[in-house]
């Protein structure tokens, strides 16, 4: 019984304080997309030759996220009838957008107008209940060009 | 030291290649112990203190290999990689690995 009313209790916080997290971190993402408009990313292996030659700086960014409770058990139960994971989907969603985020902050901070040959990772961090993920990380990063400074017009 | 993920630096030219340099971390990571962290396992939300943790790792990683490459008469490591792999329960390896070369103008 009172294993029944801690599972309920989990789950209600898992439902209620998550979801507000998730919009809370999604308002914030959408935000900070449209702010940062100079570095592109671009997962080219090589830059156009360009006069004037610009500097490289090697950029990452990271995030590590945890899915909340309701979500889990939300997956648990789909892995019993097979289909989508969309609760899954949007973690990984949120967890990449935000990486890239980090990185086009750090690559605009230098000054950069491009960032070239991004990669992503993407790692499993821990398992939470019943063998379930409960959190991953993912790891961004790409060669940031900085062009130099006297030819900071745009082309 | 150039760290770079290209294969090229731009405007300048590749004198002489030393090979693979690689460095590497391993770090423990148990979510399960950390109180902040089981919180986050039913509320969800941004872990940060292992953001942290694993940045940490791979800028002592990126050390590693800078200093492999210094000691072989490298100015440069070009096409580097991250990888990261799961070595034993709860302990994660951070590796880097990138081709040590001379650059010149």
Redesign the interface.
């Known amino acids: 019984m009172v294993d029944l009313i801690v599972f309920l209790t ?1 789950l209600a ?2 439902f209620g ?2 979801r507000y ?2 919009a809370r ?1 999604y308002r914030s993402i959408l935000r900070r997309e449209a702010l940062y408009k100079t570095p592109l990313v671009i997962p080219e ?3 156009p ?2 006069v004037p ?2 500097k ?3 950029v ?1 960014g ?8 309701f ?2 058990v939300l997956a648990a139960l789909r892995g019993i009838f097979r289909g989508r994971i969309t609760s899954y989907e949007s973690l990984l969603d949120r967890a990449r957008r ?1 990486a890239i985020l980090r990185m086009r902050e750090r690559a605009h901070g230098m000054g950069a107008n491009m960032i ?2 991004v ?1 992503l ?1 993407t ?4 398992k ?1 209940s019943k063998g379930n993920t ?2 991953i ?1 993912v ?1 961004a ?3 940031a ?1 900085i062009p130099p400074r006297d030819a900071m017009q745009p082309s | 030291m150039l760290i770079s993920n290209l294969e090229i630096v731009p405007g300048k030219r590749v004198r002489e290649h030393l090979g693979l340099v690689p460095g590497s971390t391993v770090r423990a990571k148990n979510i399960g112990r950390d109180f902040m962290a089981g919180l986050k396992n039913i509320l969800g939300g941004e872990l940060v203190g292992y953001t942290e943790l694993l940045e940490e790792a791979r800028q002592e990683a990126l050390g590693h290999m800078q200093e492999q490459a210094r000691s072989i008469g490298a100015n440069a490591v070009l096409n580097v990689r991250f990888s990261t792999s799961s070595v034993a329960q709860g302990a994660a390896e951070l590796f880097v690995y990138g081709s040590a070369v001379v650059i010149a103008d």
């Open positions: 989990l916080l898992g304080v998550g997290n998730e971190h292996k090589t830059p030759p360009t030659t610009p490289t700086h090697l990452s990271s995030v590590v996220i945890s899915v909340d409770y979500k889990q935000k070239f040959n990669k990772e790692t499993s961090i821990s939470g409960g959190s990380e790891y990063y790409g060669t060009l």
